[in-house]
């Protein structure tokens, strides 16, 4: 089949992302794919002959909001007929039953493990509807080349799927089981980084830390990336608790590239809320696992995932969360109210807590997280960092943005000579719960 648009021009594809950063690597990939077939990129959805949108299940919230979206876009496919509008992603295989029948104009739905066809099945969606939502338990997409976002971090996928099947997470079932990237196709990638200026590389999967190819296991693959020459700072994301072993916390205390920075993902406080998740660790385990990577890691920041309103949450399992928080002290942490899904273990339960009560919660879950992060900052006062400069800030002034090893957000003043990508000293002169403002040494 004809893999090339057959117009006079080559066709233009708007795409638009939601969801996490495993997302945004992926739209990356469909951009490089797309242009790999003779398409080109545009930032205007009423000039694409192409409009796709990649998508996230996770949450009922994200759906909404998607569908939500999808009717204003076939607003231009009104105006031009022959534009094809294509969904992606997770919510494409989550809902693949359902969708042509709530939005009959869409040509295109493709899965996460789609993306190779894509150039084919847009072919195909000029005559008629194309779908492909098959998962591919050997597709890592090995090879092929993301058309990356330019700037100084850029994300590199090193695993795809999820083989834990939390009761409450959609994330096994929308995208497949568990695989690595093979290190040659990773290091490639982040050497051709390195060669345009990049200087952090962030490494992503769903559980990043279970990579396993061959011997390779996480640890080592960070010590791979680390000797890549230009590269100054390596992250991840996310790590799984259970799988923190000592390969990849010896990485992080003996790599200097690898920051000391930690996402661990704790859903709850409460034993009980634990084993009804299925989690695979207990709270005197996380907590166990806290104090081994703090003592271990000097200057470690810490962050976390909290869920709210699990089926059967109890106020008590609810105050054990906020007082694991208390005893942690994390630095950030993203917090979500328990949303139902579909083809989840936890599906057939229902809810149990209200939406009020969710809400409630929530709040307080994220009044006390403010509270703690701006005492965390507040700690930082008059000592130095170093800030990997990244733009001018948000505000202007006359100031620049960067990020600390912690990955908290620094505004120093701007000075000539200094350069996106450029590291400075600077000294913590005041804080918000969000930010550290500093001046320079
Ligand atoms: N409802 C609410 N939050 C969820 N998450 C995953 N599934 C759900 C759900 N059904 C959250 C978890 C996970 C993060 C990425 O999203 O906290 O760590
Ligand atoms: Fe979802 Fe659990 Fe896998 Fe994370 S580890 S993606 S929460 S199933």
Redesign the pocket.
Known sequence: MNTTPNTASPARVYLETYG?QMNVADSELVGGILRGAGYVHTDSPAEADVILVNTCA??EHAEDRVLRRLSELAHFKRARPATRIGLLGCMAQHNRASLLGRAPWLDLVAGPDSYRRLPELLDHARFDAAVDVRLDRGETYAGLNSDHAAGIRAYVTAMRGCDRF?T????PYVRGRERSVPPASILAEVRELAARGVKEIVLLGQTVNAYREGEVEFGGLLRMVAAIEGIERIRFT?PHPCNMTDPVIDAMVSEPKVQPYLHL?L?SGSNSMLAAMQRGYTVEQYLALVDRVRASIPKLALST???VG?YGETEADFEATLSLMRTVRYDSA????????EH?R?HPLGDSVSEDEKARRLAAVIELQQAIALERNRESLGHEVAVLIEGPARRGGGMMAGKTPQFKTAIVPARPGVEPGDTVVARVEAVTAQSLICARV
Do not use: E, G
């Not at 409450?168 to 994330?171: A, E, L, R, S, Y």
């Not at 993203?334 to 899904?341: E, P, Q």
């Open positions: 996490c996770i949450r939390c409450f997470c959609v994330v996310s993902p859903q995932d909290i869920i699990f993203f917090s979500f109210k328990y949303s139902v899904r989840t936890a």
